[in-house]
């Protein structure tokens, strides 16, 4: 029975824990045991000549095997294997300058096997003789990672065909299993420094042999992945060490959260327009008209840490507050929900208000207009919508109210009367009174009235309002709706204070949105401005709500991202299934259609006719991008697809599914005909990234079981089963999160799924990675060092998705997830210098799409 302990249970615990203390000295005496057996080893080969050590033993079998080319010896190294804190030293047995006969890839036929007979494969394949055991004579085994219980190899059956196996889908965020481990190669021989030689016989080029080692090896999820070394790199000591002279400075941020925000749209003293995405509050100017600073363009408050949810500004028409959300750091440490007030001339933070005081985010706030701002009203988003009032100036609390367990979307002050306070949020408008406290904390008292609907249908949602100059108000509701709201007529004759006496209703109507309205913003000049969610408008409206402009943007996740080869230009597609085109040097968008469908990826053809885009069915277009056409639709599969690639001379498409395959077509010079050329077959799980070597011949491709698979494009779709071979070619673009070059950038502790997104620079000098954690980071390239530094960037306030640079490499595009937003950062080189900015246009977008001069 649980709980009850028998007599013998003590001594029999105490037995085990001594067995178990004895174990672990055992295996700590069996680590000296190998790491000096591995230095005898090392000695014994400087003293050995290679002929002598090449000679002795049975020759290797032919093939892609263990043993080493001619004129080199095998070799015994120590190498170091980090598991996330610990460190301990492991001998790894592997020949030095010939490819290992491991591989990370899909069990190879019978006679193509990359390793020989009864050795195991990375993939997890069993061996016969178990592991270490010795094999044929002069050959040395190499000594296998210990394999987890719960990591096999996915989807994989050496008895399967690639089209038999069953697909892989991974979790897009799983749950580690294992630390990232990194080893090293070789230590540095002094012996043998024969070169290796190429196929071809006499005259044919050949390569040094790399005395650090021929591979790095690096485990995700209990995983290894081997990577090969190029031939030309002789010690990793030579490789780029620390952050790259290159910096990043945000230039533009493209879109605003409208999606699941209220009241988040207001115009500063200096004429700009000012609204919040992510973690990043925009204040932008549509014209280089006088006195506003910069003449033009976006500036940005980016002192928070986490994802803002509201806005107000002050009286002043400078001061600005943001409340942000909690949330947690990279380490899973909570951060608390906060408000900020800061100064929007010189964007620094003046005051924090309610540190520790809300509970799971700051919802909704405003400031006071009738005595010049002096306190502020704040509801946060626990359960009871608490609604507080503080004073400004010495960030008191004054007064706290449970509001309501209905959701609170929005807050606001009467413009003519601190006294009187307005919320909406689901199914009600309520005005407060508030009365007493003032200077004296938690002594003031809030009461309520509710709105009266009448004859209007009571609409589910009302998340925002506006006061209008006469005293009325206007709500937004989910309906679409625009209401107007006004004193009753019993009330007309009550004084302007002692709101909550008084009651509002229902004056007018109009329709304004299909779906949700989620801003009204008044400008000065008395129109007033709403930002729509499912429709995806913003509209500028005039005296009696006649609509005269609008827009369009962005409103859901974004995945797909590929900049023009030639021009300032990008193009975007997610969930909220528009693919848009827009003009860096502008901050403009060039145009937007509805694709009907989910769109994951997307690349310009070279010539930048054309631009092929993904979708979540299996089926992929190709659009002209002038006239916006679909000049070719097709359905590979029906599983989603997540990449597409030219190849750098436009003669092939490359198509990666989650059906495991990659789909080859060829292209015409305009890429406006492709046919099918052949099928890429060999991976175990899904295509995650791919990219073309710069003749066009080959591919690199990684897959969601974390492998690194090499393809023949040009000989016929062909696997090429020895991966060592494909160390020194050289690729166009270098996009695969998996490869010796880009091995550094991953942190220690991966889980396999923290890095969505990565780019090399098209000058190959640096590297921009994409992270779950709400981060943009600037490597060196190559990068290929363990936890090599990087210079990090915040501002997304959800998982990047991608990254892109732009084609002179003057600027980097940063896709936000759930936050939907594009960040546009410019790349500023060594010493700060960087290539001047872009001339903003004169009527550069508000949110995506927008060309509303405000």
Known sequence: MDGAAGPG??????????????????????????????????????????????GSGTPAPPGDSLAAPPGLPPTCTPSLVSRGTQTETEVELKSSPGPPGLSNGPPAPQGASEEPSGTQSEGGGSSSSGAGSPGPPGILRPLQP???????????????????RPRQKLSRKAISSANLLVRSGSTESRGGKDPL???????????????????????LRGRPITMYIPSGIRSLEELPSGPPPETLSLDWVYGYRGRDSRSNLFVLRSGEVVYFIACVVVLYRPGGGPGGPGGGGQRHYRGHTDCVRCLAVHPDGVRVASGQTAGVDKDGKPLQPVVHIWDSETLLKLQEIGLGAFERGVGALAFSAADQGAFLCVVDDSNEHMLSVWDCSRGMKLAEIKSTNDSVLAVGFNPRDSSCIVTSGKSHVHFWNWSGGVGVPGNGTLTRKQGVFGKYKKPKFIPCFVFLPDGDILTGDSEGNILTWGRSPSDSKTPGRGGAKETYGIVAQAHAHEGSIFALCLRRDGTVLSGGGRDRRLVQWGPGLVALQEAEGHTDELWGLCTHPSQNRFLTCGHDRQLCLWDGESHALAWSIDLKETGLCADFHPSGAVVAVGLNTGRWLVLDTETREIVSDVIDGNEQLSVVRYSPDGLYLAIGSHDNVIYIYSVSSDGAKSSRFGRCMGHSSFITHLDWSKDGNFIMSNSGDYEILYWDVAGGCKQLKNRYESRDREWAT????LGFHVYGVWPDGSDGTDINSLCRSHNERVVAVA??????????????????????????????????????????????????????????GAGGAGPAPATPSRTPSLSPASSLDV
């Open 734 to 737: 270098y996009t695969c999160v």
């Open 146 to 164: 210990p394999q987890r219980a719960d990591t096999p190899r996915r989807n994989s059956s050496s008895s399967s065909s690639p089209s038999e």
């Open 9 to 54: 249970d003590g001594p029999a615990r105490e037995a085990l824990q001594s067995l178990s203390q004895r174990l672990r000295v055992q295996e700590q005496e069996m680590e000296l045991v190998k790491a000096a057996l591995a230095e005898a080893l090392r000695l014994l080969r400087l003293q050995v000549p290679p002929s002598s050590l090449q």
């Open 197 to 219: 030689s190429s196929p071809g016989g006499p005259g044919s080029r050949r390569s040094n042999y790399n005395l650090e080692g021929i591979s790095v090896k690096m485990f």
């Open 771 to 828: 992270d779950d954690f709400c981060k943009v980071h600037l490597f060196q390239y190559p990068c290929a060092r363990a936890k090599a530094p990087s210079r990090m960037y915040g501002g997304h306030g959800s998982h990047v998705t991608s990254v892109r640079f732009t084609h002179d490499d003057s600027h980097l595009v940063s896709l936000g997830g759930k936050d939907a937003s594009i960040f546009q950062w410019r790349v500023l």
